[in-house]
Structure formats: C-alpha cells, structure tokens
C-alpha cells in the first residue's frame, strides 16, 4: 500500500519570506501527486497536481512543488507568503486497487507571522 | 458550474444512533468518494461509488453504508454511532471512473456524545 509522509507537523514563516513544505511517499510506478490546502472549518481545496511531465508544477496562489523521483519527494514552495495562507496543508497520492482513491498525509499546519 | 455541496454543515448525534450525510457532486461528475477526517489527521478513504454501485472501499466496518442516485448524489449512513465516528466528513467528486483529481466539499461535522 502507499503512504504519503509530511514530516512537519506545524511552521511557522514570516508574511513575505519564502515557504517549503515537504512531502514523502512511497509507492513502485509513477505516482499520481496532489497538494490540497484546507483553511479551518473548511473543506479540501486542489493547489496543485502531478501526472507527468515536466516535474516542476505551478498552481493556484502562487505555489509550486517539485516532483523529485529520486528523493521519492513532491514538495510545495511559495516565494513570498501572504498571511492569506495560513491554513492546513496536506499532500496527498493517487491510489488504485479497487477504486481510484487519494492517499493523504498527516497534514503540515501553516503559521504567518505578521 | 456548482461545486460540491454537503449537508448539513454540523451534527451532533448520540452513541448508538444512526446518521446520514448528503453530498450533491459538482455539475457533470459522476464518482463520488467520501472520506472521514478525524481531528489532526488526514482525511481517510471510505468509499466510493459510480453508476449507483460501490466501488471500493476502505478500511470501515459494514456499519458504513452509502447510496449513490441517478443524479450522481450520494449519501452516507453510519449505523450504531461510536464516540470515534466523530469526525469531519468529506464528500469528493470526480469527472469519471479514472480520475483521480477530486473536488472535495465543505464537509459534514460530525459529533457523537
């Protein structure tokens, strides 16, 4: 079975300095990788995903992540945080056995310091 | 294009008693996951239908049950609620069978006391 890994359980960054959130997993083929942030109380909203192709993806508000085969790594990067994004942030891969199913990590809670 | 829905927003039921959850799909989807997100954790995989059928699920007992309708909404019963059923639940669509981009909404709160 696969597994999705956030080391970080909380970070704490400046409003404007740069953002990195890791993220692990473990699966044999080419994973299919998502970023999903949740703001409190909210549900699930898709940042950005990965497939294939160019392992350098962008997304919405700003953000990027780097699919990284090597270092079995999908981390997602902001260069200047806004304190708009103070939220949870989970990372999540795509699994199928009997259904297409999304593996999620344990979640990385984003701080902004003013 | 309408997004995901859920209802209700919150709910506080005792232990032992049933619940359902509904979750309307966004316009032109027709797979419909739903995942329980316990506080400070990740939202797990319950299940998933298509074409009104279950397919698949997740490490839940048989006291998770859902219905899939012609219209592509969904509902989730859970039957004999424990203190741990409390929990956000999340309802996801998907264009098709083989998507694995989801939408998710806004959840359903749930509390057991």
């Known amino acids: 079975a696969q597994s999705v890994t956030q080391p970080d359980i909380h970070i704490t960054v400046s409003e404007g300095a740069s953002l990195e959130l890791r993220c692990n997993y473990s699966?044999?083929?080419?994973?299919?990788l998502f970023w999903y942030v949740q703001s409190p109380g909210q549900g699930l909203q898709l940042l950005l995903k990965?497939?294939?192709?160019?392992?350098l993806v962008q997304g919405i508000k700003g953000f990027e992540a780097e699919f990284k085969r090597s270092q079995s790594s999908f981390n997602l990067r902001k260069p200047s945080v806004h304190w708009s994004d103070a939220a949870e942030y989970f990372c999540?891969?795509?699994?199928?056995?009997?259904?297409?199913?999304?593996?999620f990590g344990s979640g990385t809670r984003l701080l902004v310091r003013p | 294009e309408t997004g995901v829905t859920q209802s209700p927003t919150h709910l506080i039921k005792t232990r032992g008693q049933q619940v359902t959850l509904r979750c309307s799909s966004q316009?032109?989807?027709?797979?419909v996951s739903w995942y329980q997100q316990a506080l400070g954790q990740g939202p797990q995989f319950i299940f998933q239908?298509?074409?009104?059928?279950?397919?698949g699920r997740g490490n839940f007992p048989p006291r998770f049950s859902g219905l899939q309708f012609p219209n592509y909404s969904s509902e989730l019963n859970v039957n004999a609620l424990e203190l741990d059923d409390s929990a956000l639940y999340l309802c996801?669509?998907?264009?098709?069978?083989?998507?694995?981009?989801?939408?998710f909404g806004p959840g359903t709160r749930l509390t057991v006391t």
């Open positions: 996801a669509s998907s264009s098709s069978l083989g998507a694995y981009e989801q939408y």
């Open positions: 999540a891969v795509g699994e199928m056995d009997s259904s297409y199913k999304l593996i």
């Open positions: 699966y044999g083929a080419t994973p299919y």
């Open positions: 239908y298509y074409r009104e059928e279950e397919n």
């Open positions: 316009s032109g989807h027709n797979t």
């Open positions: 990965y497939f294939s192709g160019d392992t």
